[in-house]
C-alpha cells in the first residue's frame, strides 16, 4: 500500500520510518504529481500555518482537498488534525482547513501557548498496556460532530475532558504525535482501518 505522506514540513521522516516499520509503502508527496497512485495520506505534526501556506504554494491544497472529498483514507496528528478539522480557532486569519473530520479545534490550547507534556492514554478498542502519548503545543477539541467516534480523551487545564483521538470513518486525528513514543498502534490501526 502506498501511502503519502505530506512533506511540506513537520514530521515527515518519523511517520516515513513507522509506515515502513509496518509494511507499507511511504511516498512523500511535495508536488500534485506526488499524489499519482497513493492510497491514503498522513498529514503529520509540524506547523499547521505554515503548512497550510505550503499547500497553496506547492499547488497541493485543490487535489489534495479534492482525493480527500473522495474518501480517500487520512491520519493527521497535531498540525495534520488541525488541517484535517472543520474548524480552526486561534489560526491565521489565512489559514484554511479540509473538513475531512468534523471537529472544532483550538490551536496550542492545552495547556499554556508552550505547553508540552507525555501522557498514557485508554484507546477504545486498543488491546494491550495504555498508549504513551506525546503532546506538543496540541490543539484541543472544542467540538466534535455526531458523526465522529472519540477513541481517546484528556482532561484540559479545567478538568473537561477533551478528545484526543477521533475517527470519522476513514479519516483518524490525533492531537499528539503517535510517530514518536515508540508504539506504533495508532499507525497499525490507521492502515487496517482503511
Ligand atoms: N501548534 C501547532 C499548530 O497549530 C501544532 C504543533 C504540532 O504539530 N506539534 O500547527
Do not use: Y
Request: one cysteine or more; glycine letters at 10%.
Amino acid at each position: 500500500m502506498k501511502v503519502g505522506v505530506l512533506a511540506l514540513q513537520g514530521d515527515v521522516r518519523e511517520h516515513s520510518q513507522v509506515l515502513a516499520e509496518l509494511g507499507a509503502h511511504p511516498v512523500a508527496v511535495r508536488t500534485p504529481e506526488d499524489l499519482t497512485g497513493v492510497d491514503a495520506m498522513v498529514l503529520p505534526g509540524g506547523e499547521s500555518t505554515t503548512i497550510s501556506m505550503l499547500l497553496d504554494s506547492s499547488g497541493l491544497r485543490r487535489p489534495l482537498g479534492a482525493r480527500l472529498a473522495e474518501g480517500m483514507p487520512a491520519l493527521g496528528t497535531c498540525a495534520g488534525m488541525v488541517l484535517l478539522a472543520t474548524e480552526v480557532l486561534d489560526g491565521r486569519p489565512d489559514q484554511e482547513s479540509f473538513g475531512a473530520i468534523d471537529l472544532t479545534v483550538r490551536r496550542n490550547a492545552f495547556g499554556r501557548q508552550v505547553a508540552s507534556f507525555e501522557t498514557d492514554l485508554d484507546v477504545a478498542g486498543l488491546s494491550g498496556e495504555a498508549l504513551h502519548a506525546v503532546f506538543i503545543r496540541a490543539p484541543v477539541v472544542e467540538r466534535a460532530g455526531p458523526a465522529v467516534e472519540v477513541l481517546a480523551s484528556v482532561a484540559d487545564s479545567q478538568g473537561v475532558p477533551r478528545p484526543v483521538l477521533c475517527r470519522q470513518g476513514v479519516v483518524v486525528a490525533a492531537a499528539f504525535h503517535p510517530e514518536l513514543s515508540g508504539d506504533w498502534r495508532v499507525h497499525e490501526m490507521f492502515l487496517a482501518g482503511r
